[in-house]
């Protein structure tokens, strides 16, 4: 990736000039990054097409296809391993947004006091942002939580009443 910056920028200017550029590093970090999130993205969509071919043949084939994770989750009512690190995310964003927060107005308070201004104090409105979100999400973890504590205690679902992205209905 960097040789690919460095080249195009050495078609835009003087080549002395390229290796003494500040700006190199910040370009080849952002197309580096860019790069990951394209080779993450494509590899999970290449991911998922060949388990999709795989079942598709498996049903050609008339062999019965095993339920997926997400399917077995939702007949046994319980969350997928996907909601349960979903939910841990979620509990963690709004743990480290709310923790930020805290720290963001203290800092501005001591500012105010140390430097005897007043007009500081605005600075300490910006924490209020990030709190709101992580109480949000701290919120939006806890009532996950609860459904999900919800849904076991009332047991499994019967596997004839369980949701099914396919047609139970043969006579069509």
């Known amino acids: 990736m960097l040789s690919t910056t460095l080249a195009a920028l050495a078609l835009f200017s003087d080549s002395s000039e390229v290796a003494n550029s500040p700006f190199i590093v910040p370009v080849a970090g952002c197309?580096?990054?860019?790069?990951?999130v394209v080779?993450?993205?494509?590899?999970?969509?290449?991911?998922?097409?060949?388990?999709?071919?795989?079942r598709l043949a498996a049903i050609a084939k008339g062999v019965p296809v095993p339920p997926t994770v997400e399917e077995l989750a939702i007949m046994h009512g319980k969350p997928s391993a996907d909601a349960t690190r979903r939910r841990g995310n979620i509990r963690l964003a709004g743990t480290i947004l709310v923790i930020g927060a805290v720290g963001l107005v203290a800092f501005f308070l001591v500012l105010a006091s140390i430097l005897q201004e007043r007009d500081v104090l605005s600075?300490?409105?910006?924490?209020?942002?990030p709190l709101g979100i992580?109480?949000?999400?701290?919120?939006?973890?806890?009532?996950?939580?609860?459904?999900?504590?919800?849904?076991?205690?009332?047991?499994?679902?019967?596997?004839?009443t369980a949701i099914s992205p396919y047609p139970t209905d043969r006579s069509l």
Do not use: F
């Open 39 to 54: 080779a993450g993205v494509w590899s999970k969509t290449r991911t998922r097409e060949i388990q999709s071919t795989e």
């Open 31 to 36: 197309i580096m990054i860019l790069g990951i």
């Open 134 to 160: 992580g109480i949000a999400l701290l919120i939006d973890a806890r009532t996950q939580t609860r459904e999900i504590e919800e849904a076991i205690a009332k047991g499994p679902i019967a596997p004839h």
């Open 123 to 129: 600075g300490a409105a910006v924490g209020l942002i």
